[in-house]
Protein backbone atom coordinates (compact mmCIF):
# COMPACT_ATOMS: atom_id res chain seq x y z
CA UNK A 1 0.00 0.00 0.00
CA UNK A 2 2.12 3.24 -1.03
CA UNK A 3 2.12 6.19 0.76
CA UNK A 4 -0.47 8.90 -1.12
CA UNK A 5 -2.58 6.34 -3.04
CA UNK A 6 -6.65 7.23 -2.37
CA UNK A 7 -8.87 5.05 -1.35
CA UNK A 8 -12.82 5.05 -1.61
CA UNK A 9 -14.41 4.88 1.92
CA UNK A 10 -16.51 2.37 2.76
CA UNK A 11 -17.80 3.57 5.67
CA UNK A 12 -21.71 3.95 5.26
CA UNK A 13 -21.94 6.58 8.04
CA UNK A 14 -19.19 9.04 6.67
CA UNK A 15 -18.35 8.13 2.97
CA UNK A 16 -21.30 10.65 1.60
CA UNK A 17 -19.37 13.89 3.06
CA UNK A 18 -15.83 12.29 2.70
CA UNK A 19 -15.69 10.02 -0.44
CA UNK A 20 -11.84 9.40 -0.25
CA UNK A 21 -9.37 8.17 2.32
CA UNK A 22 -5.63 9.76 1.77
CA UNK A 23 -3.11 7.38 2.95
CA UNK A 24 0.02 9.45 4.37
CA UNK A 25 1.71 6.78 6.48
CA UNK A 26 5.19 5.88 5.32
CA UNK A 27 5.69 2.81 2.73
CA UNK A 28 8.47 1.66 5.50
CA UNK A 29 5.26 0.68 7.78
CA UNK A 30 3.41 -1.74 4.69
CA UNK A 31 3.54 -4.41 7.68
CA UNK A 32 0.96 -2.92 10.03
CA UNK A 33 -2.51 -3.70 9.68
CA UNK A 34 -3.20 -0.45 9.64
CA UNK A 35 -3.32 2.97 7.88
CA UNK A 36 -2.98 6.50 9.21
CA UNK A 37 -5.15 8.26 6.67
CA UNK A 38 -6.99 11.67 5.86
CA UNK A 39 -10.12 11.86 4.55
CA UNK A 40 -11.00 13.71 1.46
CA UNK A 41 -14.25 15.73 0.13
CA UNK A 42 -15.39 17.79 -2.37
CA UNK A 43 -13.82 21.31 -2.12
CA UNK A 44 -16.86 22.54 -3.18
CA UNK A 45 -18.21 21.32 0.24
CA UNK A 46 -15.83 23.31 2.14
CA UNK A 47 -18.04 26.75 1.21
CA UNK A 48 -14.53 29.19 2.16
CA UNK A 49 -13.65 26.84 5.25
CA UNK A 50 -10.63 25.43 4.12
CA UNK A 51 -7.31 26.80 6.37
CA UNK A 52 -4.45 27.35 3.67
CA UNK A 53 -1.76 25.05 4.39
CA UNK A 54 -3.49 23.09 6.95
CA UNK A 55 -6.41 22.24 4.26
CA UNK A 56 -4.89 22.28 0.92
CA UNK A 57 -6.80 21.53 -2.22
CA UNK A 58 -5.87 18.16 -4.17
CA UNK A 59 -6.70 17.20 -7.74
CA UNK A 60 -7.60 13.50 -8.24
CA UNK A 61 -8.56 13.01 -12.26
CA UNK A 62 -9.42 16.66 -12.63
CA UNK A 63 -11.68 17.39 -9.78
CA UNK A 64 -11.20 19.06 -6.68
CA UNK A 65 -10.77 17.68 -2.74
CA UNK A 66 -10.42 19.38 0.41
CA UNK A 67 -7.19 17.25 2.03
CA UNK A 68 -8.73 16.92 5.86
CA UNK A 69 -5.61 17.13 7.80
CA UNK A 70 -6.98 17.73 11.31
CA UNK A 71 -9.09 14.78 10.50
CA UNK A 72 -6.10 12.30 10.61
CA UNK A 73 -6.97 9.18 11.73
CA UNK A 74 -5.91 5.49 11.76
CA UNK A 75 -8.33 2.68 10.20
CA UNK A 76 -7.54 -1.03 9.88
CA UNK A 77 -6.11 -1.78 6.19
CA UNK A 78 -8.95 -4.33 5.59
CA UNK A 79 -11.73 -1.55 5.74
CA UNK A 80 -10.19 0.82 2.87
CA UNK A 81 -11.94 0.34 -0.48
CA UNK A 82 -10.84 -0.07 -3.60
CA UNK A 83 -7.79 2.52 -4.69
CA UNK A 84 -8.87 5.37 -6.33
CA UNK A 85 -5.62 7.43 -7.17
CA UNK A 86 -2.30 8.27 -6.83
CA UNK A 87 -1.53 11.47 -5.44
CA UNK A 88 2.52 11.01 -4.79
CA UNK A 89 3.09 14.06 -7.98
CA UNK A 90 1.26 16.49 -4.66
CA UNK A 91 3.51 14.98 -2.14
CA UNK A 92 5.07 18.61 -0.78
CA UNK A 93 1.95 20.02 -0.32
CA UNK A 94 0.82 17.03 1.59
CA UNK A 95 3.84 16.95 3.74
CA UNK A 96 3.46 20.34 4.53
CA UNK A 97 -0.41 20.22 5.64
CA UNK A 98 1.09 17.56 7.97
CA UNK A 99 3.62 19.30 8.92
CA UNK A 100 1.65 22.36 9.76
CA UNK A 101 -0.72 20.25 12.00
CA UNK A 102 2.17 19.05 13.62
CA UNK A 103 4.63 21.64 14.39
CA UNK A 104 2.71 24.65 13.63
CA UNK A 105 5.30 25.36 10.90
Given amino acids: MP ?3 VYR ?3 PTSR ?3 PLLLDVQSDLLAELNTRAV ?3 CPASAMKGRLLGNLMPVLV ?3 KAFAMLTPQLAGIATRKLGPKAGHLADQ ?3 IIAALDFLTTGI
Wanted: proline share 6%; no cysteine; net charge negative.
Fill in 3 to 5: QFD
Fill in 9 to 11: NMD
Fill in 16 to 18: TNY
Fill in 38 to 40: VPL
Fill in 60 to 62: IEG
Fill in 91 to 93: RQT
